[in-house]
């Protein structure tokens, strides 16, 4: 079946520094969406991307879904306080349901 | 305001016992979703539903089974709760057509004894 892996498992990161996380799947995805836990929380929706070598932004967060819709990165610029907590990829396949990578859990030190 | 709530936050129970998760969604969405969180291990799909008196089984079914009546209401059963099914369950829900958003619930930590 599908597989999504995501690296890091773990990062720590200082407040201001640059944060990336990294999400291949084991087969070509129809779109790939991104969701963020916070601490005690449940995941929630960031966004989704659906074509091919496609870049979105928000704020100091950058997505991007690889070429050959099989991988996906997000990218936070000098981060915050408030950018702790698990985040997530989600790849949508030939099946209809989501498959979740395993998350990064990103601590920022103050 | 989209809304999925569980019945419970926490709840602790014995094993053998049988237990009961409620999910209900007030956003009239097709497709409702149980998941298992634990760590390392991100998000494993347990049992989807695309409709009403609709179930398919997910990537780790196995000691579950699903009920869903009412378009609102998904609930996950356990027939008889083992301590390595000791985790947060997560559901959520989603507009037909699969590639919306998900929203989920607020979660149930389980915890067998």
């Known amino acids: 079946g599908q597989q999504v892996m995501q690296i890091p498992q773990y990062q720590h990161v200082q407040e201001g520094e640059d944060f990336t996380t990294y999400c291949n799947s084991s087969?070509?995805?129809?779109?790939i969406q991104w969701y963020k836990q916070r601490p005690g929380g449940h995941p929630v929706f960031l966004i989704q991307?659906?074509?091919?070598?496609e870049v979105k932004k928000q704020k100091r967060l950058t997505f991007q879904f690889g070429e050959a819709k099989k991988n996906s990165s997000l990218h936070i610029t000098a981060t915050q306080t408030t950018d702790v907590g698990t985040y997530f990829c989600?790849?949508?396949?030939?099946?209809?349901?989501?498959?979740f990578g395993s998350g990064t859990q990103l601590t920022v030190l103050p | 305001d989209v809304k999925v709530t569980q019945s419970s936050r926490y709840l602790v129970k014995r094993t053998g016992e049988k237990v009961f998760l409620e999910c209900v969604q007030d956003?009239?969405?097709?497709?409702m979703f149980w998941y298992r969180q634990d760590p390392g291990l991100g998000l494993r799909l347990i049992y989807f539903?695309?409709?009403?008196?609709?179930?398919e089984k997910g990537d780790i079914p196995e000691g579950y089974s699903v009920s869903r009546e009412k378009k609102e209401r998904f609930s996950l059963i356990l027939e008889s709760a083992s301590t390595n099914q000791t985790s947060m369950y997560l559901c959520?829900?989603?507009?037909?057509?699969?590639?919306?958003?998900?929203?989920f619930g607020p979660g149930t930590r389980l915890t067998v004894l």
């Open positions: 959520a829900s989603r507009r037909a057509g699969g590639t919306d958003t998900q929203y």
């Open positions: 087969t070509t995805l129809s779109n």
């Open positions: 991307l659906v074509k091919s070598g």
């Open positions: 989600a790849g949508s396949g030939s099946a209809r349901q989501l498959t």
């Open positions: 956003m009239d969405h097709e497709n």
């Open positions: 539903s695309y409709d009403v008196k609709m179930k």
